[in-house]
């Protein structure tokens, strides 16, 4: 049973628009999520982060909402930049999740942004 | 500072065969996570170690074993290869279990 779903395979948005990728997850003992990137042939890259504490982290283009009653949440790019293109993958950590530094990742979303 | 380094990155093996791969971590993270991607999926964590022990294992059997030497580089190793090992198998380290992971390119394992 999947505890991390992310389930729009595949996003495509015009350079300078808004991107929104989602996330839902199960378990309500997770209490830190992360969204990473990856390229082909690339490991994954760390993006941004949010704490259960919290609702919302922006960091440059990219904000991160946490909607905790929802199980539920979003990572915003704006604008959306070609170089964007990559798929993000959304993590969950917690107690209830797993050995402790143990993330549960989702499958993905491909996003790709058209110039 | 250096970053993951991760070898092969490419293999090959035949179903029952035995593999190694290797890790060498950042500069300064003692901790190393294993994670395995099989195709269309999000990494799944397989094991930890800290130094040098292992600190939590995902749901992966016991043909699936690791080692972390002091210098902080780690081994995976894979007994009788199973065609579903196919996959990418990635190496992330971090500080004290910490969750700022840096992730390796990964090595993408065959078997046939």
């Known amino acids: 049973d999947q505890q991390v779903k992310q389930n729009s395979p595949s996003l495509s948005v015009q350079e300078g628009r808004i991107s929104i990728l989602n996330c839902d997850y199960t378990n309500s003992m997770f209490d830190y999520f992360l969204w990473y990137k990856k390229y082909p042939a690339e490991g994954p890259t760390f993006l941004i982060s949010?704490?259960?504490?919290?609702d919302k982290n922006e960091d440059g283009r990219f904000t991160v909402f946490l909607n905790k009653s929802a199980k539920h949440l979003s990572l915003h790019i704006v604008p959306s930049q070609p170089g964007d293109s990559a798929v993000y993958f959304c993590a969950a950590s917690g107690v209830g999740g797993g050995s402790q530094g143990n993330l549960i990742f989702g499958k993905g979303t491909k996003l790709s942004v058209k110039p | 500072e250096t970053g993951v380094t991760q070898s092969p990155t490419h293999l090959i093996k035949t179903r029952g065969q035995q593999v190694t791969l290797r890790c060498s971590s950042q500069?300064?993270?003692?901790?190393v996570s294993w994670y395995q991607q099989a195709l269309g999926q999000g990494p799944q964590f397989i094991f930890q170690y800290y130094r040098e022990e292992e600190n939590g294992r995902g749901n992966f059997p016991p043909r699936f074993s690791g080692l972390q030497f002091p210098n902080y580089s780690s081994e995976l190793n894979v007994n009788a290869l199973e065609l579903d090992d196919s996959a990418l198998y990635l190496c992330?380290?971090?500080?004290?279990?910490?969750?700022?992971?840096?992730f390796g390119s990964g090595t993408r394992l065959t078997v046939v």
């Open positions: 500069s300064g993270h003692n901790t």
């Open positions: 992330a380290s971090s500080w004290d279990r910490g969750l700022g992971y840096t």
């Open positions: 949010i704490s259960s504490i919290k």
